[in-house]
């Protein structure tokens, strides 16, 4: 039975609710944020004081499920999740690997790669003909991450698009995903997605209600399928609405940029649940 007014809210994490130093050096007042993640004694990403407020209040009151890309080692770094507010699920590896109570549930984990090996061209093929493409004058570094999806970090600026717009497009032909994100290109197998995992877990709790928020064409089907979806003015989502694209999709968009941006989709959450629609600015295309 479903679980009455009890919702879920799954976020994207990176360039969403976390944001790195460089993508907020400009944006006012050091003072107001906190760092949240940690590499090497290092400080890595940051989210707002105000923001981490708004979270602790809010997931007393929803299903909070943090959404990422990230493998479960990166995702681990981020020790607000490890040490401050502590969800009972967590979903990594773009929906590859879903943690509860920190552990991964090797059913689903299993069940995901089944899918892959039966839906997807292999990764050795789609590796094999990008090598054709990459050239060392925007080719960096690349990974296999979590032994699910490929990406390779690159100079932005110099990739050939027109190229990669083509190859993901013959990708896509064989079950994969090409999708951009600032300095990385990932390979995702269309089977290893966000909504699936979330899905499984709207089912494992009885839950309908379904709140989200990201910025990515990998947080595209999340979005989609949520009552409620909410993306910041920038990324790949925000990139395809001022071109034309998603039609039909019910989107709100904050009007705050950069790290502030996810102040305003916590309060707004907290406003959806509350009832309260006041400063809700729903655009629909």
Known sequence: MDRGGFCIFASDLDQTLIYSGRSFATEGDLAAVSPVEFKDGREVTYMTKRAIVQLRKLVRKVLFIPVTTRTIEQYRRIVIFQEMIIPKYAVTSNGGNILIQGQPDLEWNRRVRESVRQGCLPLTEILENFNKLKQAEWFLTDRIADDLFYYCVVKREKIPEPEIAAFGQWAKEGGWHLSIQNRKIYFVPAMVSKVKAINYIRGREQISGLVAAGDSLL????????????????????????QGGLEGLKLNFTKATGILSSEEILDEVLCYYEGQNNGRRKVEF
């Open 219 to 242: 947080d595209l089907d999340m979005l989609q399928s949520a009552d409620f979806a909410l993306a910041p003015p920038h990324g790949e989502i925000y990139r395809l609405f001022t």
